[in-house]
Every structure is written in C-alpha cells, then in structure tokens.
C-alpha cells in the first residue's frame, strides 16, 4: 500500500508509521542529508528513499515500485514540505501516481498534532497532544474519471480534509 500522510513536523513519519503498524518506507527529500552523518545513517538503516526536489525523482520511483511489487508499503507526504497549516500548499500527484502505477491502495492519514510538538520553527520536541487518523483506503480502480491520478489525488486530500476537521472538532 502507499501511505500519504499531511506533513507538520519531523515527527509525522514516526507517528505515521506507528498509526500504520507495519513497516514502512518513506521518501526523503535529498535536502535532509548531509548535515549528520547520524542522521543520514540513522534515515537510510530505517529504509527511507532519497528523493530529489530539484529533479524528477525517477531512482527513487523505481525503488517505491520495487517495494510495492515485492508486498512493501510506502509512506510519502504529498504536500511536499512541512506546512505551517493544512491547505497551504497544493497537492503533489505522486502517492496518487504510485498507487495507480502499483495497482495497490492508497491509504490517507491525517496527523494533528505534531506542529505544536516540534513544528518548523523549531528543532525542539515539546509535549503536545498527537491525533492521528487512518482513512478508508482508495482502492486500484476506483476510478471513474479520465484522469485516475488526479482523482486519486483528490480523494486524498478530502479524505485528510474531513478527518482533520475532526481531529480539530472543526
């Protein structure tokens, strides 16, 4: 299955793959390496695929389909960067791309919670509530529209939509 998950904080790929119960392999953008050797050792030993921002990220497409064929899961966040809120940002189309591509489901999750316990605009963790919600998958050929990717895309984002509302009691 693809995981997509909305994106705070550094926090979200422990608390997604922990909402989630199995392993999981989620792309990291290139940027996050190279400034701790333990870092970048600590994120490669735990499976995690380097994906570049700048260019089309087709190495680590490759190694995503590789994991989905071989009954892996992966975990990506489509806004592409840590938001300071939900909505700010729209959409990328790669976790719809490789669900559709993989033939596997596509699970949304919603995260509320991790920007006040270690947002962006600190490295510090601070004891804050974290909700997490796993949304009912969208399965390979549920589709109905000439553009399955899209549709994916935003099933996603309605999907993380509303369990946000939610978790917020908005």
């Not at 904080?9 to 119960?21: E, F, K, N, Q, T």
């Not at 990717?149 to 984002?157: H, S, Y």
Request: charged share 20%; hydrophobic share 45%.
């Amino acid at each position: 299955m693809v995981v997509a998950a909305n994106h705070y904080s550094h926090l979200d790929p422990v608390v997604v793959g922990a909402a989630i119960g199995r392993p999981l392999r989620f792309l990291a953008v290139d940027e996050l390496y190279g400034n701790s050797s333990f870092f970048d050792h600590l994120t490669t030993w735990l499976g995690a695929i380097p994906m570049p921002r700048e260019t089309i990220p087709l190495a680590a497409m490759r190694l995503c389909l590789e994991e989905l064929a071989e009954g892996g899961s992966v975990g990506l966040f489509p806004e592409g960067v840590r938001v300071w809120r939900w909505g700010e940002v729209r959409p990328k189309r790669g976790a719809a791309w490789l669900a559709h591509k993989a033939g596997v489901p596509l699970v949304p999750v919603a995260v509320a919670g991790t920007g006040e316990a270690m947002g962006r605009s600190t490295g510090r963790i601070s004891r804050k509530p974290i909700r997490v919600h796993v949304c009912e998958p969208v399965l390979p050929g549920a589709t109905v529209s000439d553009d399955p990717v899209g549709e994916i895309t935003e099933l996603w984002r309605s999907s993380v939509d509303r369990a946000l509302g939610s978790l917020y009691g908005s």
